[in-house]
């Protein structure tokens, strides 16, 4: 049996459930869930816990919009997750810098995730919200928090080893798919301080290249080929994603862990293959032809590599089209 450990939010937990949102554990009889950290970003993890653990363990459920919460709330603002990582028998740890993307809090000399806001809600935070401030990693100069990155994979490597950390690359959505089959910009009301949100994604991707060049970890970078779907998703934040991410990426985690696929930077999505698990399922979404035509030809000129997702829908539900069949072989001779 092999163990994972999950550091980071749905895209891998729902990654590892081959898409089952509402399901728990990991969709393989040959693999376990170790602990699922989410809601706590790499440097605030790095840092001194705010409180006083006994003012912590008095934060109750009721306190907190979304109650299943309460363990994550206290995990984070008691600085646990490192302790769980290095203490831990899992054999690999699957990670995405989700979190990284959503803004911490600062209190005194230390700064704490807010778990989606849910410290908020918490009388704990009440009893000192004047003396509490907010801000996003991502907005600020490298210099100042790089460090913390540092400690953070220092100890993890050391604890793991390279070969047994997968790192999930994650881009914020900008488009998802709506259930009327035109695809879409993310409503306003998901990109909120507590979400992820795309303004932060070039940041994002030169912190991941960073740990990856320095620390090297498998890596599978799907993320930035897909959209979100409102088909799949009532939330269309920017970090839920169509059943095909997280399809290629559990595929790619399995081949990974049971040591049969030696690549260790994977960025192939199944883009064009019939013979792909769901592809039956997935071409009963609607999708407009003509609307969805005209977003592909402006991704592809603002050189956005989502453009080749829409083409391959475009191949789907418009096979005879020339415009298309022309587009589908310049990339097949790429």
Not at 126 to 140: A, E, I, R
Not at 269 to 281: A, L, Q, S, Y
Not at 292 to 312: F, G
Request: hydrophobic content about 35%; charged content about 30%.
């Amino acid at each position: 049996m092999i163990k994972i450990n999950v550091l980071g939010g749905c895209v891998s937990r729902v990654s590892l459930l081959d898409g089952h949102q509402s399901m728990h554990g990991i969709a393989d009889e040959e693999m376990e869930l170790g602990y699922f950290l989410d809601k706590q970003n790499i440097v605030c993890a790095m840092m001194p816990a705010p409180f006083e653990r006994e003012e912590v363990e008095r934060i109750e459920a009721s306190e907190l919009w979304d109650q299943s919460r309460l363990y994550t709330v206290k995990q984070c603002l008691n600085k646990d997750t490192m302790y769980l990582l290095m203490e831990s028998d899992a054999d690999y740890v699957v990670m995405d810098l989700y979190d990284m993307q959503t803004d911490f809090a600062a209190y005194k000399q230390t700064c704490f995730s807010t778990c989606a806001n849910e410290v908020f809600n918490t009388r704990l935070l009440g009893k000192y919200f004047d003396k509490v401030s907010t801000g996003n990693f991502l907005g600020l100069p490298p210099a100042i928090w790089y460090g913390y990155v540092d400690l953070f994979f220092e100890k993890l490597v050391n604890k793991y080893g390279a070969d047994h950390i997968i790192l999930n690359r994650f881009r914020c959505n900008s488009y998802y798919l709506a259930k009327d089959g035109i695809i879409r910009e993310i409503p306003k009301e998901f990109q909120n301080p507590f979400q992820p949100h795309p303004k932060y994604n070039k940041a994002l991707a030169e912190l991941e290249d960073y740990i990856i060049e320095k620390y090297n970890p498998y890596v599978i970078d799907l993320s930035k080929y897909f959209m979100g779907d409102q088909n799949a998703w009532n939330n269309l934040q920017g970090a839920h994603f169509e059943n095909e991410f997280y399809r290629e990426t559990f595929d790619q985690i399995k081949k990974t862990v049971k040591g049969k696929d030696a690549k260790r930077y994977f960025s192939e999505p199944r883009f064009f293959d019939e013979n792909r698990r769901g592809f039956e399922e997935d071409k009963n979404r609607k999708f407009e032809i003509e609307s969805n035509m005209q977003l592909m030809l402006k991704l592809l000129d603002q050189e956005d590599i989502l453009w080749l997702n829409i083409l391959d829908k475009l191949k789907i539900y418009a096979p005879d089209d020339k415009r298309v069949q022309e587009y589908v072989s310049i990339v097949q001779e790429m």
